[in-house]
């Protein structure tokens, strides 16, 4: 069976973008993988952020997961913090990444242009990526395009670490990318993304729901009932594609390109359709949120069982790479005791 990685940062409350491109996915593939998800909170302190707010975003973003369907009894879902050998094997793998490649990353070139001081953590943030996958020997990776250079970057770093030390240890994972590869937000023109506005959140309740979509950018095509539309065109309609029936997809290309409704009633079907596939997800997430034990009970398994596959794996990495093994409990009392009977 395959091992499947993801992590996710603790941005709070999930949203449609988060679900759709990624989440659903991970979902699904708890079936047939062998699972672990990761909330990425060691990845979140790159940027500016709020420490106040850090762990209970975290713990939103556990709700958000388990309610969404990932089921701590098929996969480990835990916190990326809480296995501490992720930064460990992090710096091992550092030792064989070349600054150039750090330094070309789209990600990087793109976040450092907005800061005025560039912290290390952005640059090194796919090493880190890198040991997320390689400390779980992890074969398949879903990731959105966006990630797919970062992906390609933890393969190399994989190859050539096996390289210099002359070992086989960590695998060469592969990207499993989902039908739904990167959701544009409700302005029609940016990935959707919470610090951006342009979300729905998958707690919204209906008539929250409604209020984000009526505005929602369409095809400029359409700038009266009369005008027909090109849906290929038109954000709304990758939604549907997304969210709505087959039969009623086709129906909403037809009434686009034909102008026979609006585009009011076009948002009306996805917001229904939005609001049934929601509902039972904030049931449960209401549910979590009265019985929080849940929550930890979970990510305390999780953390339990990625503990010790990082464990034994740090153990290889530790003896491959040469370092000199720690000496055995009470050794250190046994030689004082020599030293004095000197
Ligand atoms: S009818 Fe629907 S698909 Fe066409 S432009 Fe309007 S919202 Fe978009």
Redesign the pocket.
């Known amino acids: 069976m395959h091992r499947v990685f993801s992590g996710i940062q603790p941005s709070g409350e999930l949203h449609i973008g988060n679900y759709l491109g990624a989440v659903r996915n991970w979902v699904a593939l708890q079936a047939d993988h062998d699972c672990i998800f990761s909330i990425v909170d060691l990845h979140a302190i790159t940027q500016s952020y709020d420490p106040k707010e850090l762990a209970p975003r975290t713990f939103e973003m556990a709700v958000g997961l388990l309610a969404a369907g990932i089921d701590p009894d098929r996969a480990a879902l835990f916190v990326q913090s809480h296995v501490p050998e992720h930064t460990e094997l992090a710096w091992a793998l550092g030792s064989v990444t070349p600054l150039g490649e750090l330094e070309r990353m789209t990600q990087f070139k793109d976040k450092s242009a907005r800061e005025e001081t560039v912290p290390a953590g952005l640059l090194n943030y796919p090493i880190l990526q890198a040991a997320d996958i390689l400390l779980y020997q992890a074969d398949r990776v879903p990731v959105g395009e966006d990630q797919l250079q970062h992906l390609e970057l933890a393969r190399e770093i994989a190859r050539r670490w096996n390289a210099r030390f002359g070992t086989e240890l960590f695998p060469e994972p592969q990207p499993l990318l989902s039908k739904a590869r990167r959701i544009v937000g409700l302005d029609g023109k940016a990935k959707m993304s919470k610090s951006l506005g342009n979300t729905v959140g998958i707690l919204d309740p209906p008539e929250v729901i409604w209020e984000k979509l009526r505005p929602a950018m ?2 400029p095509a ?1 700038k009266t009932r009369r005008d027909p ?1 090109t ?1 290929e065109l ?1 954000n ?2 990758a939604l549907h594609q997304l969210l709505s029936k087959p039969a009623e997809i086709e129906h ?1 290309a037809v ?2 390109r034909t102008a026979g ?3 009011l009633e ?2 009306r079907l996805l917001a229904d359709n939005m609001i049934a596939a929601l509902a039972p997800i904030r049931e449960r997430a209401e549910d979590l949120k009265a019985h929080p034990g849940r929550v930890h009970e979970a990510l305390a398994a999780g953390a339990a069982k990625c503990r010790g596959i990082a464990a034994e794996t740090m153990a290889k990495v530790r003896d491959i790479m040469g370092f000199a093994p720690a000496a055995p409990a009470g050794a250190g009392s046994h030689r004082g005791g020599r030293a004095q009977d000197g």
């Open positions: 369409t095809d359409r539309g849906p038109c709304i309609y909403v009434q686009c409704w609006g585009c076009c948002k």
